[in-house]
């Protein structure tokens, strides 16, 4: 049985940092892409960042480049995703996913359908 498992996320003042975990278990880690997504009160699931299985490939949607760092150790099946710089409106449930199907290509990211596997979210809230 596969499992994304999040890990890391809080409340935090503007400007402040937080990192986000996740790992994956039940799956061989370096062959999936993967991705993390957010979700505030009524509005779409969207996708933050994003990373090829090897590593040599990412992606960031344009409000959080400069700010977040998405990363993974293939050896301990985890994906990070560094955020700083945090603003309010940063602040929403944030999920990890792994995408199994599509190596060893990187396409169709930015879509959550692409994904086959999630996490069950962790909620970031950033304060003014």
């Known amino acids: 049985q596969v499992q994304l498992v999040e890990s890391g996320g809080g409340l935090v003042q503007a400007g402040g940092s937080l990192r986000l975990s996740c790992a994956l278990s039940g799956r061989t880690f370096s062959t999936v892409n993967l991705g993390w997504f957010r979700q505030a009160p009524g509005k779409e699931r969207d996708l933050v960042a994003a990373i090829k299985y090897k590593g040599d490939n990412i992606y960031y949607t344009d409000s959080v480049k400069g700010r977040f760092t998405i990363s993974r150790d293939n050896p301990k099946n985890t994906v990070y995703l560094h955020m700083s710089r945090l603003k309010p409106e940063d602040t929403a449930g944030y999920y990890c996913?792994?995408?199994?199907?599509?190596?060893?290509?990187?396409?169709?990211?930015?879509?959550?359908?692409?994904?086959?596997?999630w996490g069950q979210g962790t909620q970031v809230t950033v304060s003014s």
């Open positions: 996913a792994a995408d199994s199907r599509s190596w060893p290509h990187f396409e169709g990211i930015s879509s959550a359908a692409k994904y086959n596997y």
